[in-house]
């Protein structure tokens, strides 16, 4: 069984990694400060636990959960016990570990851990995200049926009853709702970052802090949207 620690601590992640030479059919593979670095990792590495720390700067443990979409089993680490139920509302989360760790509670995490892997079915890629034959979208603007090709659309913003188009030469105002539309559009291409907007992925050109930049417009990010917006990053 191979597995990777995440914590911002430098003692705490060597804390937990002499833990794991202990046990004899247990691999430390990586360490990491922070849990962007691990993303990108795992998104080249297939590992079979995650030792995590909830309290981290920036992006935390939780962030790190539901940013996952094909999780590996995942132990949290943390000083803090008024987390200890709300972890098990992730299905990946297999135990919470209260520093500091005991040998004897380390071991019983572990008989925890083996026996879920045991049990888990196989996880597989990611499926292919839904995406029609059509690469267009017709609207209805004075009663004229316009044609817009997907990958046209730069952005679209809630506005009232109405939503609004951004394009990479106009701008559209529509008599619908942005559920409605982004029902209708590729989920490989189209991605809803903010309650008011929905993005075309592909024209990100920056992300800073809570917001990213497509062409000159900043969009926001809203928290809850982040993880997902972080998973399909394809990070360097």
Same mark, same amino acid.
């Given at each position: ?7 911002? !601590? ?8 002499? @833990? ?5 059919? @247990? ?22 636990? $995650?030792?995590? /720390? ?13 940013? @996952? ?10 000083? /803090?016990? !008024? ?10 989360? $297999? ?8 040998? !004897? #509670? ?11 892997? &045991?049990?888990?079915?196989?996880? &597989? ?10 690469? /267009?979208?017709?609207?209805? =603007? *004075? ?17 009232? *009853? ?42 990100? =050109? /920056?992300?800073? *802090?809570?917001?990213?930049?497509? !062409? ?9 949207? #982040?993880?997902?917006?972080?998973? #399909?990053?394809?990070?360097?």
């Amino acid at each position: 069984m191979n597995c990777i620690i995440i914590d911002d !601590e430098t003692a705490a992640r060597a804390i937990v990694a002499q @833990l794991c030479s202990k046990i004899k059919d @247990l691999d430390v593979i990586q360490e990491f400060d922070n849990a962007i670095e691990a993303i990108k990792f795992l998104n080249q590495q297939e590992i079979d636990l $995650v030792f995590l /720390d909830i309290h981290m700067p920036g992006f935390t443990g939780i962030d790190f959960v539901q940013t @996952l979409k094909n999780s590996p089993k995942i132990v949290m680490t943390t000083s /803090d016990t !008024e987390f200890a139920i709300a972890s098990y509302e992730y299905e990946a989360i $297999v135990d919470y570990l209260v520093k500091p760790i005991t040998p !004897e #509670r380390f071991h019983k995490c572990l008989q925890k851990v083996k026996s879920s892997l &045991d049990t888990a079915p196989k996880r &597989d890629s990611e499926p292919n995200a839904k995406s029609g034959i059509s690469q /267009d979208l017709y609207i209805n =603007i *004075d009663r004229r049926l316009i044609k817009l090709k997907y990958d046209e659309i730069l952005l679209i913003e809630a506005k009232g *009853d109405y939503i609004n188009i951004k394009t990479e030469t106009k701008d559209y105002t529509v008599h619908t709702t942005l559920k409605k539309i982004h029902s209708k559009l590729p989920t490989d291409l189209f991605l809803q970052i903010h309650r008011s907007f929905i993005i075309n992925f592909t024209k990100i =050109i /920056d992300i800073e *802090d809570n917001s990213v930049l497509i !062409e000159k417009s900043v969009v926001p990010i809203s928290r809850s949207n #982040r993880p997902e917006l972080m998973r #399909r990053l394809n990070l360097l």
